[in-house]
């Protein structure tokens, strides 16, 4: 897929510069050849994130259906009411704005109230307490993992990205020249780390490990032991964690959720999270990076001080969104979140559910947090469905839902099902994907 976006690109381009030849568009008495051209590394990168496969899947939708088309391809919730943010967060926004006091430019890293919040709320889940000095403010979490990773890029070195992941590590991987090497996710023990493959992987190149828990794309939560070999193996190794928990809390199974951050005493952790998931703010893109490390090793090796580097030559967060974290983080009452993870869990009973009625689908194990699920598609029960890719383009057009490709975030023939939308429109668009895959199912 990735190749066949790059062949269309690579021949528009072609176009466009026949046309200045041979169509005579070229300004008289201009340049024989213009000096500029498209960074191809940013198409190239582009096409690999999750929005730019649901683009290319959300294009074959039937304009013609009459049925509201079913979103199981994303994780916003925002637009369905039961997912709606609470009052007390659309309040601190407006008290931020009225207050007048986050109008101006804040401090790089973040105005000081907004990071000792956060640092505050963290530190309930740790060991040891954090400092503002810890906390880092960015535009969503996708900023923060854009720092970091841009951070450990030195030429040769290697990160290690897990498989299935969250694509978005790959493509800012690409774009900053930095070697991706995968590690399996383990499906038969509930999505586990292979951490004898990343033992293998690892080399004296190797900067870091991602970490994603509560799970992106396999709605899995790691055990508290299970996190704790894998601190011991990036320590054993000499890398980092990164650890991706921007839905933290966000669990309705049998693991709690642990912070990685637990663990910075054993390897140093850098954590990268948001409001986005637990408040369901998405578009309100306040994330932070946060530094979890009690031996400062961090800080030795020139991390931190690249970091504020980073931060100093890029966008902040919009100030009112910051003043705005205090009230946010301090006030939101417990039952506004044990609502969110309610509604979560009785959709993630609906979703596994319904894929058992579903031919040619398997779910290896029943999601415990986030907003997703893997499930396997077995494409030898289909008829005319070639891959995972072809079966989401086909779906979109037949039956208006939308469903992301499990190529897109690491295993060809796997599909990705978001159960973070209204129940009911769950339970209409897994109707209708067991509609599809019956219609396309092989005759015996």
């Known amino acids: 897929m990735l190749e066949m976006m790059n062949q269309t690109h690579t021949n528009n381009t072609e176009e466009v510069q026949g046309e200045g030849r041979a169509g005579g568009t070229e300004m008289e008495n201009g340049p024989k050849k213009w000096g500029f051209r498209g960074n191809q590394s940013l198409s190239t990168a582009s096409a690999i994130t999750i929005r730019g496969v649901l683009n290319m899947v959300m294009e074959n939708l039937h304009k013609d259906d009459p049925r509201p088309a079913i979103p199981l391809g994303h994780g916003d919730p925002s637009a ?45 889940d740790l060991p040891q307490k954090l400092s503002p000095d810890d906390i880092y403010l960015t535009i969503g979490c996708t900023q923060a993992i854009e720092v970091i990773l841009t951070v450990l890029a030195r030429p040769n ?44 992987l690892a080399d004296e190149n190797t900067v870091a490990i991602v970490v994603i828990n509560p799970g992106n794309p396999c709605g899995n939560v790691f055990t508290y032991e299970h996190l704790k070999k ?33 663990f910075g005493s054993i390897a140093p952790v850098i954590t990268v999270g948001s409001i986005s998931k637990r408040w369901i703010v998405p578009g309100w893109r306040l994330g932070w990076l946060v530094t979890n490390d009690p031996h400062g090793i961090l800080e030795k090796y020139g991390i931190v001080d690249c970091i504020k580097g980073f931060l100093n030559i890029s966008s ?24 969110i993870v309610h509604i979560l869990k009785e959709a993630a009973d609906i979703c596994y559910d319904g894929i058992k009625d579903i031919p040619c689908i398997t779910c290896p194990s029943k999601p415990e947090g986030s907003m997703f699920v893997m499930v396997k598609l077995n494409v030898s ?25 499990g190529v897109a975030v690491g295993l060809k023939n796997w599909l990705r099902v978001t159960f973070a939308i209204e129940p009911s429109s769950l339970a209409d668009g897994l109707g209708r994907i067991k509609a599809f895959s019956e219609r396309h199912t092989k005759k015996q």
């Open 80 to 124: 369905f009411p039961c997912f709606r943010t609470t009052h007390l967060a659309e309040d601190a926004i407006s008290d931020s704005v009225r207050s007048a006091k986050f109008n101006g430019y804040a401090p790089t890293v973040g105005v000081l109230p907004a990071r000792r919040a956060i640092a505050e709320y963290l530190s309930t």
């Open 230 to 262: 894998i601190a011991e193996t990036a320590r054993k190794l000499g890398i980092l964690v990164i650890a991706d928990e921007v839905y933290d809390h966000l669990v309705f199974g049998n693991n709690p959720f642990v912070p990685m951050g637990v």
């Open 157 to 200: 070195a290697n990160i290690l990205l897990p498989r299935p992941g969250f694509p978005f590590y790959e493509a800012r991987a690409a774009y900053s020249h930095l070697e991706v090497r995968h590690f399996e996710l383990l499906p038969e023990k509930g999505w586990e780390v292979d951490l004898e493959a990343v033992e293998a």
């Open 381 to 405: 029960l289909l008829e005319d469905i070639t891959d995972d890719v072809d079966f989401c383009v086909k779906l979109a057009k037949e039956e208006s839902v939308i469903v992301l490709p």
């Open 316 to 339: 902040d967060p919009a100030t009112f969104i910051q003043g705005a974290i205090p009230q946010i983080l301090s006030k939101t009452k417990e039952d506004f979140f044990s609502k």
